[in-house]
């Protein structure tokens, strides 16, 4: 039993983000030595994932496969795996889901493509809303007075591609409400370009986004990038459905 409890107080901890041995002890209130023997027996069975080593840890796909399991009719995890599931067949890139948290979107789960050249998996991570796509769709969908509020706190960079000009990102949030959907090209890592949109419920508000993202080099075709933007809109628009109980999961 004590196992367990202490088990669970790890992962709760790697529920709020990827941490290192350290932080997840101090967090935990467990000696170093200890937690690492938990992680390294989470980790055995899937529950938690360490991309390098050395590196920090962050919840793995086998206990987000059981989350979204939990609830299907009601879980946001097990009613996207399908449509992430169909846009990698469509697309042959990486597709993925996120939701908002505070200033930045939260990466909840993805699906990558049988590649030889994979990019990162973004599971467990949290990305300044400006600088991704997810991001900006969910900026779009923001009252004037929210978005000056972000714009305020300040406009960081991650790449020479970062577009941290206020007026700029303004012209460019309104494009997106527009387009419904919006490209990002090596804006927060450089070799990455991503493409999403927004999943709204039945009041117009943003729930949740649907991203497709590839390395730079071979995403996207320059002729396909409006066709791949509706391929996004019609997956986000098909998980709308079924959230709001109108639609049944695709097979």
Not at 114 to 127: A, D, I, M, P
Not at 157 to 168: E, G, I, L, Q
Request: net charge negative; glycine share 8%.
């Amino acid at each position: 039993m004590q196992s367990i409890s202490r088990a669970f107080a790890v992962l709760r901890a790697l529920a709020v983000g990827p941490q290192g041995v350290t932080d997840v002890a101090d967090h935990v209130g467990l000696p170093k030595s200890t937690v690492a023997r938990l992680l390294t027996s989470l980790e055995a069975v899937d529950a938690v994932v360490q991309d390098d080593a050395g590196g920090d840890y962050r919840l793995g796909q086998g206990l987000i496969d059981i989350i979204g399991a939990a609830g299907a009719d009601r879980s946001l995890l097990a009613a996207a795996r399908p449509h992430l599931h169909s846009l990698v067949n469509q697309v042959g890139e990486t597709a993925g889901v996120s939701v908002r948290a505070d200033r930045t979107v939260y990466y909840l789960d993805q699906v990558e493509p049988e590649s030889e050249v994979q990019v990162r998996s973004w599971t467990g991570e949290y990305c300044p809303m400006h600088l991704v796509p997810s991001g900006l769709v969910y900026l779009a969908h923001l009252g004037t007075a929210a978005l000056d509020e972000y714009m305020r706190a300040g406009l960081e960079a991650t790449t020479a591609n970062s577009m941290v000009d206020a007026d700029a990102l303004k012209t460019r949030l309104s494009q997106v409400a527009n387009a419904g959907y919006v490209w990002v090209y090596e804006e927060f890592a450089i070799g990455i370009n991503s493409v999403a949109a927004p999943v709204l419920n039945e009041e117009g508000a943003v729930v949740a986004a649907l991203h497709v993202h590839g390395p730079a080099y071979r995403f996207p075709d320059p002729n396909s990038t409006h066709d791949i933007g509706l391929l996004l809109i019609e997956a986000a628009s098909n998980l709308a459905e079924h959230l709001a109980g109108r639609a049944p999961l695709p097979v």
